[in-house]
């Protein structure tokens, strides 16, 4: 078989498995089931495929977000003075939507981080990435990324507890801009200067919220 058969076929089985999985979708939120045990198990299928569609908009407004910083930083093949005008434009309107949802994407960044984690650490034990293909580097290099997202890690942790207020929002963002920076650039220095200015904002947010606390203790 020859490898225009094989893509052939592939491309076949893959949009014949893309219908069966849209119809699944669509009788599952336009069916009409009649017993209780059908309502259950429509309920659990129209609540998979809303967490499978969340996910697949994640993994596309990152990838999305990692093409435009590439091309705004000439480290793609469109690197062209409209494609990179295009690319910051597209780049102002995504940290916009990520300063306004904060809330709502903050624990997949995280996620994103603790698998980005386990990797490196994969990698400073075997001094190989665990990805296809391989990548060989000094083991050096793969503890240096895990001590970066452990930073990041560490600076996001307390948000698990409480929602951030304005200052640490931007904060959130611009650390998320740095972990593409991380992965475009190559290097550690954008996500340690993301960490260090999220853990500078919320000591400030911190020092603000004893000085209330105090004064209101005070005025008691």
């Not at 993994?59 to 005008?85: D, E, N, T, V």
């Not at 507890?161 to 650039?185: H, M, Q, Y």
Request: include cysteine; charged fraction near 15%; proline fraction near 3%.
């Amino acid at each position: 078989m020859s490898e225009e058969q094989g893509k052939v076929i592939a491309t076949t089985i893959l949009a014949i498995a893309s219908c069966g999985i849209l119809l699944a979708a669509a009788y599952s939120f336009f069916g009409k089931p009649t017993t209780a045990e059908g309502k259950e198990r429509k309920r659990q299928a129209i609540s998979g495929f809303r967490l499978a569609g969340w996910v697949l908009f994640t993994l596309a407004f990152l990838f999305l977000l990692l093409g435009c910083m590439a091309a705004l930083l000439g480290k793609s093949s469109y690197s062209q003075p409209i494609h990179r005008i295009v690319a910051g434009i597209v780049c102002l309107v995504q940290s916009a939507i990520m300063l306004r949802w904060v809330n709502y994407w903050l624990k997949w960044f995280m996620g994103f981080l603790g698998y980005a984690a386990i990797k490196l650490a994969f990698g400073a034990v075997f001094g190989f990435s665990s990805s296809v293909p391989r990548v060989v580097a000094p083991r050096i290099v793969f503890l240096g990324g895990l001590l970066s997202v452990a930073l990041a890690i560490a600076a996001c942790w307390r948000f698990l507890n409480r929602l951030p207020d304005g200052a640490e929002k931007l904060a959130l963002v611009l650390l998320a801009i740095s972990f593409c920076l991380w992965i475009t650039l190559d290097s550690v220095a954008p996500i340690i200067t993301g960490s260090a200015l999220l853990f500078a904002v919320q000591f400030g947010h911190g020092r603000r919220s004893r000085r209330k606390r105090h004064h209101a203790s005070a005025s008691v």
